[in-house]
């Protein structure tokens, strides 16, 4: 079966009421979640059948959230998947669907 690979760029990145990047890139590659800054450091990483992703139950749509190594993550992406050759991240569902398929819940 082949991994599912997602990469959301320009993702506003949080950990509690702190910012820690405001155009920030999250990728699942190799197994692995990791969250970077918009200048390619990392900020976390986990193998992604570790971490729990989910909606929050209050709060715009275009919101996600991370539970990576015993931190949760606030992922701001997009409510709706931008237009083809149109700039932004995807939708926040897309993010959640791309972790449970990676960690081989969703099929």
């Known amino acids: 079966m082949a991994e599912p ?10 950990k509690g009421l702190r910012s820690l990047s405001r155009a920030g890139e999250v990728r699942i590659r190799g197994g692995r979640l990791e969250l970077l800054t918009s200048y390619g450091s990392e900020i ?5 059948r570790s971490v729990r992703a989910s ?7 275009d919101r996600a959230l991370a539970d990576l190594n015993g931190t949760r993550y606030q992922l701001t992406l997009s409510e709706r998947d931008p237009a083809p050759g ?5 939708a ?3 993010f ?3 972790v449970r398929r990676a960690a081989g819940h969703g099929d």
């Open 55 to 61: 909606r929050p139950w209050f709060g715009p749509g």
């Open 92 to 94: 926040a569902h897309r």
């Open 5 to 14: 690979e997602f990469t959301a760029r320009d993702v506003r990145i949080g």
């Open 44 to 48: 976390d990483s986990a193998p992604v």
């Open 96 to 98: 959640i669907e791309a």
């Open 86 to 90: 149109e700039p932004g991240p995807p």
